[in-house]
């Protein structure tokens, strides 16, 4: 197979095109506690599930700059990183 730039965008090492996946861990970790957090939306619970979401969002984009299956994926962690890193500092 041909080692081209579309191959190492889109594919992975066993020459599966990899777009998407099944969430890992972070990644569910984050949809849960952003839905528990529009559920309790001031207080302790709130701040706490905030701390908790940004951190597994933060853990899932590092996974997925340096271990991501495919340039394709690496880029979308770097993208979430950023995003993430520009949201928190424009409502700090």
């Known amino acids: 197979?041909?080692?081209?730039?579309?191959?190492?965008?889109?594919?992975?090492?066993?020459?599966?095109?990899?777009?998407?996946?099944?969430?890992?861990?972070?990644?569910?970790?984050?949809?849960?506690?952003?839905?528990?957090?529009?559920?309790?939306?001031?207080?302790?619970?709130?701040?706490v599930l905030d701390v908790i979401a940004t951190g597994s969002l933060f853990t899932w984009a590092c996974l997925e700059i340096f271990d991501g299956v495919n340039y394709f994926r690496r880029g979308l962690g770097l993208v979430v990183l950023i995003g993430l890193i520009a949201l928190k500092v424009q409502y700090s």
């Open 1 to 47: 197979m041909d080692n081209t730039l579309v191959d190492k965008t889109f594919r992975d090492r066993e020459c599966n095109i990899v777009i998407a996946q099944a969430p890992n861990p972070p990644l569910i970790v984050w949809i849960v506690s952003s839905l528990l957090s529009l559920v309790f939306t001031a207080g302790t619970v709130h701040t």
